[in-house]
């Protein structure tokens, strides 16, 4: 039992190193953007109507006279600081404007992977337990369909259904205009707004966790410990569940975990149809009015919430296989 | 189905005439026959087929030009015009075929150069191992976690939008799953007795890899090419959405941000490039999928159980 805890203790400690590379790969990649961009990096963190002084100021703020390396560490230390520079559409920080729209993309987020993994992981088990079969079939079309359909096309085609034409859900935003702002009431509404954005999203998510989950299902299906399950007299719901979809998970989530990275990137569309004030409507105002210092502002934060939430999945991938630790 | 593969086995040694490339042919016909088996395959390439063909022939299927200026505008679908015309008089269904100009285009180059990319850093990692193997699958690794749609986001935004910036920031962000996919053909195959049999011989370790290790790791490098033209489009389609492709070029996904305004009054607008995105990625990747049951004996029975 020791050795098992130091051992976990020695791989928690390992995954935290190897985020170390990744962060500053990120802070990497922000530096050369701002220097690869036409004209001068000043001119660019400053905006377009920015006066000479504001200009002269941010040359010296970032050390732009200095060496290239200097200009790194700069940088690194302003970002270290949670310094990602100032907004002047918004005139305010960049790291506040973008904190502050962070919970209403992890609210849609974390609904959509509910939803879309309890889905999916229900139609797989029905899947899985006779393949080919008809259910199965038609289950896998529909992933492969689900698979293809770009998120904001299948946001703006609910809307036509059912917003245009059915009336049943709002088009977009968060809350009405003269809703109540308290209580149960301010929640459901509030829910009311989530569904389509939240479906938009969660297709994609769904067909993908379904493929996955289907596949490696049938495979654990053949495992002998899943035959001798059947042989010591267990139900097939209990097979089913409490064997072959557990072993199957974990990895079902290490993959999806992998794709962490594009998926966030359907935030920008999603939110940008529904008028979803996350980060990803930000995202698309910023590209709009080139705002660059909250665009790369955006992707720093961004990134690091992936890097981060990835460094979670592991962990728990660890904690509920242990078999992990010891690769 | 058995019978068919012991015969067609049987048949390539027995003629004494070039042996290998007969067994090629009929290893080749075998593929095909696999294929051909698989329906929803079939159904992927005539969609990429038939997607690919009307974006070329494009002059020739329609009378009007994308951008000229029509007098009715938000006309529903007509005979005149089959998917109606947009909030500036335009021919929605010439804006369409042209549009899939964008996609294919932007698809195939994007893809070629990711696989390029991810083909030579996969054959480095995972034929000569070591230090360089370790450095290249962390930053492999790197490629895959940051969030790409964000960081080809801000790149576009700062660079420019234009045809070969999109091109290139999507080359240069597709390629991880290439590099994985070759790295683990490479250490497979680097122990096969093919690959001591050519150092034997004196081959340089370059042409080790690129004439005896490349030519057996190309079929599944081909299916992930196909899977990466998918990637691709989306990723264009998401970007034009964004208003950050090529203002002078008419695409699908421009033609849906325009779409944006009009959902309710003009739904053509948004309906029929949409569908073009989607049956695209869908034909390419039921083509993918089927490419690679057709190539890998393992996969095929597990689709068949």
């Known amino acids: 039992m020791k050795s098992t805890s130091v051992a976990t203790l020695a791989y928690v400690i390992r995954r935290l190193f190897q985020a170390i590379p990744l962060i500053l790969g990120v802070i990497a990649i922000n530096f050369t953007l701002i220097h690869l961009a036409p004209g001068d990096p000043a001119t660019l963190l400053a905006g377009e109507f920015a006066s000479p002084e504001a200009v002269e100021r941010l040359r010296e703020e970032f050390g732009l006279n200095d060496p290239f390396y200097k200009q790194f560490l700069t940088y690194l230390g302003k970002v270290a600081t949670g310094d990602l520079g100032y907004s002047y559409r918004f005139r305010a920080p960049v790291l506040d404007i973008v904190l502050d729209r962070i919970p209403n993309t992890l609210l849609l987020l974390f ?78 509404d509030m829910a009311r707004h989530l569904v389509l954005p939240a479906t938009a999203f969660a297709a994609y998510f ?120 010891y690769d | 189905m058995t ?37 929803s395959a079939l159904v992927g390439v005539a969609l990429v087929l038939l997607l690919v063909v009307v974006a070329v022939a494009a002059p020739l299927l329609t009378p009007f030009s994308p951008r000229t200026l029509g007098n009715v505008p938000l006309q529903p679908p007509s005979l005149t015009h089959f998917m109606g015309t947009d909030d500036l008089g335009r021919d929605v269904f010439a804006q369409f075929l042209y549009g899939g100009r964008a996609s294919v285009l932007v698809g195939v180059v994007a893809a070629t150069i990711s696989t390029v990319i991810g083909v030579l850093l996969g054959a480095v990692s995972g034929y000569w191992g070591g230090w360089i193997d370790d450095i290249i699958q962390r930053v492999t690794e790197m490629f895959s976690i940051i969030p790409r749609y964000f960081l080809a986001m801000v790149t576009v935004a700062i660079l420019g939008a234009n045809l070969f910036n999109v091109i290139v920031v999507i080359g240069l962000l597709s390629w991880p799953a290439a590099t994985k996919l070759t790295r683990a053909e490479f250490v497979t195959l680097k122990t096969r007795s093919f690959v001591d049999a050519a150092k034997m011989n004196g081959a340089s370790s370059w042409s080790i890899v690129f004439s005896e290790i490349l030519p057996n790791a190309m079929p599944p490098i081909i299916v992930q090419t196909i899977l990466t033209i998918s990637v691709a489009v989306l990723m264009e389609a998401t970007l034009s959405f964004l208003g950050l492709g090529d203002p002078n070029l008419v695409s699908w996904g421009l033609m849906l941000n325009k ?25 390419l990747n039921l083509m993918g999928d089927g490419l690679n049951q057709a190539l890998n004996p393992r996969l095929r029975r597990e689709a068949k159980a």
Do not use: C
């Open chain 1, 111 to 188: 609904v959509s992977f509910v939803l879309s993994m309890i889905v999916a992981v229900v139609l797989a088990v029905l899947s899985a337990r006779r393949p080919n079969s008809l259910f199965d079939n038609v289950a896998s079309s529909l992933a492969m369909v689900g698979y293809a359909l770009p998120m904001f096309w299948l946001g703006m085609m609910l809307i036509l259904v059912f917003s245009s034409q059915l009336g049943w859900l709002p088009t977009g935003g968060m809350y009405s205009l003269r809703g109540e702002r308290t209580g149960l009431a301010m929640v459901l």
């Open chain 1, 206 to 325: 769904m067909a993908m966790a379904y493929r996955l989950t289907r596949s490696k299902l049938i495979e654990t299906l053949r495992e002998d410990y899943i035959r001798t399950a059947h042989m010591k007299g267990l139900s097939e719901r209990e097979v089913l569940f409490r064997h072959a979809l557990r072993n199957s998970l974990v990895p079902v989530i290490a993959v999806m975990g992998l794709d962490l990275g594009v998926m966030v990137g359907g935030a920008v569309v999603v939110e940008t149809v529904f008028t979803w004030p996350g980060v990803g409507r930000l995202m698309y105002d910023s590209i709009l009015a080139r705002d660059y210092p909250l665009l790369l502002g955006i992707f720093v934060v961004v990134s690091f919430g992936v890097i981060i939430i990835n460094l979670l999945a592991d962990l728990v991938a660890a904690l509920v296989d242990p078999r992990i630790i």
């Open chain 2, 3 to 39: 019978s068919n593969l012991v015969s067609t086995a049987a048949q390539a040694p027995q003629s004494a005439v070039s042996a290998p490339s007969r067994r090629k042919q009929a290893a080749f016909r075998l593929f095909l026959r696999k294929y051909a088996e698989n329906r």
């Open chain 2, 259 to 283: 779409a944006q305004s009009f959902l309710t009054i003009a739904p053509w607008m948004a309906i029929f490039p949409g569908l073009g995105i989607s049956l695209f990625i869908l034909g």
